[in-house]
């Protein structure tokens, strides 16, 4: 089993900044890739900024600019740097990892997820 645990959500007001972070932990060999998404209410989970495979960064149109992905791969660690929120940055938002046990076996893991509330 991968464990995937968030932290940093929060209520901020519009302008303002949150980080949020989200460590892995299990019997994990290898990350391949990990992000952030979000969930509104009554959306669907969209990506917010991920590392790809390849190792470089994804960024949703709508944070480019505002928002930035960084990593600890010794700590196998995602951070998401938000800056300049905006009431639509509201959202539950979830943390998710995939790549390769110690067996070899592929998984796919999600956190929890934080709720991130902009107020304007």
């Known amino acids: 089993q991968v464990q995937l645990v968030e932290s940093g959500g929060g209520l901020v007001q519009a302008g303002g900044s949150l980080i949020l972070s989200c460590s892995a932990s299990?019997?994990?060999?290898?990350?391949?890739?990990m992000g952030w998404y979000r969930q509104a209410p009554g959306s669907q989970r969209d990506l917010v900024a991920a590392f790809t495979p390849g190792g470089s960064t994804n960024y949703a149109d709508s944070v480019k600019g505002r928002f930035t992905i960084s990593r600890n791969n010794t700590k196998n660690t995602v951070y998401l740097q938000m800056n300049s929120l905006k009431s639509e940055d509201t959202a539950v938002y979830y943390c998710?990892?995939?790549?390769?046990?110690?067996?070899?076996?592929?998984?796919?893991?999600w956190g929890q997820g934080t709720q991130v509330t902009v107020s304007s």
């Open positions: 998710n990892a995939r790549g390769y046990y110690g067996d070899y076996r592929r998984y796919d893991a």
């Open positions: 299990g019997s994990i060999r290898s990350i391949n890739a």
